[in-house]
T-cell receptor
């Protein structure tokens, strides 16, 4: 059965610092993997997706994620945090067409 | 292009009343999903449709909840009778061929 674990429900970084949000997945077949961002009082917005092409995926707003099969990980990174990056981030996995399995989310705070 | 449209954006109702939430998916998408988000339980999948047919409704909490998709461009989620514990943000999402999902802005439901 597929599952997603996001390590750390809250992450706090200083403006300009590296952002690293961790996601590990469990899947019996090569998965499709996604990162979504949710700003306050808004819906989830697709940040980036991995679909078995390049293992390093670039998304919007300077974020990227690397698929590492050996570690079953899909961590999200951004070299330099901006205040506007403060939001909740969700990792999701899909083995088949239809359902996405979401992690519980990580709230990112950015300190000035 | 218009994204997923949900109405109303906010709904306040009294316990025992019927509530109907509405969703218009992105044109051409063949999957539609209903989610509920609360602080306590996070993001929960309630039901999803493929080509207007319900595929998995195992997330629907009780018989008080029902969902329909009469055509490819419209879906409803109904709660009858509503209870205070139904207070949450309800999201609709759609996707093409069941991969990345695109979310609407959500309906914030408050049951007093």
């Amino acid at each position: 059965a597929q599952s997603v674990t996001q390590l750390g429900s809250h992450v706090s970084v200083s403006e300009g610092a590296l952002v690293l949000l961790r996601c590990n997945y469990s899947s019996s077949v090569p998965p499709y993997l996604f990162w979504y961002v949710q700003y306050p009082n808004q819906g989830l917005q697709l940040l980036l997706k991995y679909t078995s092409a390049a293992t390093l995926v670039k998304g919007i707003n300077g974020f990227e994620a690397e698929f590492k099969k050996s570690e079953t990980s899909f961590h999200l990174t951004k070299p330099s945090a901006h205040m506007s990056d403060a939001a909740e981030y969700f990792c999701a996995v899909s083995e088949r067409q239809g359902n996405l399995i979401f992690g519980k989310g990580t709230k990112l705070s950015v300190k000035p | 292009d218009a994204g997923v449209i949900q109405s109303p954006r906010h709904e306040v109702t009294e316990m025992g009343q019927e509530v109907t939430l509405r969703c218009k998916p992105i044109s051409g998408h063949d999957y539609l999903f209903w989610y509920r988000q609360t602080m306590m339980r996070g993001l929960e999948l309630l039901i999803y449709f493929n080509n207007n047919v319900p595929i998995d409704d195992s997330g629907m909490p009780e018989d008080r909840f029902s969902a329909k998709m009469p055509n490819a461009s419209f879906s409803t989620l109904k709660i009858q009778p509503s209870e205070p514990r139904d207070s949450a943000v309800y999201f609709c999402a759609s996707s093409l061929q069941g991969r990345e999902q695109y979310f609407g802005p959500g309906t914030r439901l408050t049951v007093t």
